[in-house]
């Protein structure tokens, strides 16, 4: 099919952002909004945008009338029957878009595409009481379109192959990259982005450490664009927790996609975030307000009262003793080299998947000495320390000293200051966990077959700004290691959440890439 001509029903910021990247390609677009007036006051606000990055040189005089000229504003919604494919904006009810539907197949030809930007319902669903749906597929842009660009294709049980290669060719032809997904809750971005923002609220639940500095390790540390409360805050609490507790319930209680009961109370208590000003932080004029914490507070005092003698290094990846050790030398600190370390040495150890107490007694040292690191992110960036529960006071100062931005800036590790965070004993530190169940989550969601490892880790990467997509993050971490954070963590608890996922399992026993695929016979 050659697209000429689309139409958007709904003219809010979804439906003007996919009318903009049309009306850019080239594409006639038909503009109708149930509400008087909405749609020409979508369409002069999209020109008083267009006319902003004009005046800014990103766009030439020619490109803004050409795409102004693509855009006609509809009185009556029959005037859409021209349309070779209908792209719905409306609000997320299941029974209002199946309204629509109906009336939208009254007014089209049989052969009109009928394209659905829910985020969150089932295509099959909205498309079960059509005439034709076999012509019914999910279209999924995210906010804002004209910048994310990832468009999600999702067929439902009925729809034709063609329809599907249809959107897709069209997505490209608008800019964006297509990425096909199973009609399943979430599809893939809202299901793959389950577990950063569940698995940062169970951590601060079982008080590990403060939400600020859960922010700043996956921030700084993880590399993620922002930290899960900063995210939580922006997006509202009053649109993420329903989120939460729809593809929860909608997976019958599926243990990986538990909420918390803090977002709960938040929602309840109109704590909502930067929209009103108080979410986990507190906001003035939309700007967040910081905070000094008691931990920063105090560490010039952890610093200044450390002397340090020597250090013992035990770690569960030679690659990361290696590192460490080469670290401390930097810093001209003796390198306790004895099987067993000196009373008065630091014990410096590098686990993955447990916590320091664990740590300890397998390595057959005193966790009074024992302070951890989490060597998952390296030491470039921010570092993560955790002291077993009866660590002594003078190891913890050590260790927050050597690491910290008072004595760690080594131009053999890092060109930049970097900092660390003291947090209490947790099975796989804050990055390991939510890194590791960021990757066991994409995994999953490529043995349920929903969509392609390849477009899996397309559409997480582009559609929430992660520094990898999670099939590539494990491919660089290394599947075993990812395996045996998840594995440990899974032990330790007993918490189904953790279950490595077998797709991953079997990939790194067989040290291939995650994104090996299997024939289908």
Not at 186 to 200: D, L, Q
Not at 309 to 332: H, M
Not at 392 to 406: D, M, P, R
Request: with cysteine; aromatic share 6%.
């Amino acid at each position: 099919m050659t697209v000429n001509t689309i139409a958007i029903i709904g003219t809010g910021i979804m439906g003007m952002g996919i009318a903009q990247i049309a009306a850019q390609a080239g594409i006639q677009v038909l503009l109708y909004d149930a509400k008087s007036g909405a749609a020409e006051q979508g369409r002069q606000s999209l020109q008083s945008t267009l006319e902003k990055l004009t005046a800014k040189g990103k766009f030439t005089d020619e490109q803004l009338q050409d795409t102004l000229s693509n855009l006609t504003v509809l009185q009556e919604l029959s005037q859409i029957a021209t349309a070779e494919i209908v792209i719905e904006a409306i609000i997320e009810n299941l029974d209002i878009k199946k309204q629509l539907f109906a009336q939208l197949e009254g007014v089209v030809t049989a052969d009109t595409i009928l394209a659905t930007n829910t985020s969150s319902l089932s295509v099959t669903a909205i498309a079960a009481d059509c005439d034709y749906p076999e012509r019914v597929a999910g279209f999924h842009f995210f906010n804002p379109v004209p910048l994310m660009k990832i468009v999600e294709v999702i067929p439902g049980l009925s729809t034709q192959q063609s329809v599907v290669d249809v959107l897709s060719d069209l997505a490209k032809r608008m800019g964006h990259l297509g990425v096909v997904a199973k009609d399943t809750p979430g599809f893939i971005v809202n299901h793959g982005g389950r577990a950063y923002g569940t698995e940062a609220l169970k951590i601060l639940g079982e008080g590990v450490t403060t939400f600020e500095n859960i922010d700043q390790i996956l921030r700084e540390g993880a590399g993620f664009r922002m930290g899960p409360f900063e995210l939580l805050d922006l997006t509202g609490i009053d649109v993420s927790h329903p989120v939460m507790e729809s593809i929860y319930n909608q997976f019958y209680h599926e243990a990986r996609y538990r909420p918390h009961p803090l977002t709960r109370q938040m929602l309840v208590g109109k704590k909502l975030g930067r929209k009103v000003g108080e979410g986990f932080y507190h906001y003035k004029d939309g700007q967040k307000l910081s905070a000094t914490t008691a931990q920063s507070q105090s560490s010039e005092a952890l610093i200044s009262d450390a002397i340090i003698t020597s250090v013992w290094v035990g770690a569960d990846l030679v690659e990361d003793k290696t590192q460490l050790v080469n670290y401390l030398k930097s810093q001209g600190v003796t390198i306790d080299d004895n099987d067993k370390p000196n009373p008065d040495s630091l014990v410096l150890l590098a686990p993955y998947g447990e916590d320091t107490t664990n740590a300890a007694i397998r390595y057959q040292v005193d966790p009074k000495q024992a302070v951890a690191i989490d060597m998952l992110t390296g030491l470039a960036k921010h570092r993560t320390l955790m002291p077993s529960l009866v660590t002594q006071e003078t190891f913890i100062a050590q260790a927050y000293a050597l690491f910290s931005k008072g004595l760690a800036a080594s131009e053999a590790i890092t060109q930049s200051m970097v900092g660390a965070t003291l947090i209490t004993e947790s099975v796989g530190f804050v990055a390991q966990r939510v890194v590791a169940m960021v990757i066991n989550l994409g995994c999953d969601i490529a043995m349920q077959g929903i969509a392609s490892p390849e477009d899996i880790d397309n559409a997480v990467k582009l559609g929430l700004g992660y520094p990898y997509g999670p099939i590539s993050w494990g491919d660089h971490l290394g599947a075993s290691r990812v395996l045996l954070i998840l594995e440990r963590i899974y032990a330790l608890t007993g918490d189904p959440r953790y279950r490595p996922s077998p797709w991953l399992q079997r990939r790194a026993k067989l040290d291939v890439s995650l994104f090996t695929q299997q024939t289908i016979y």
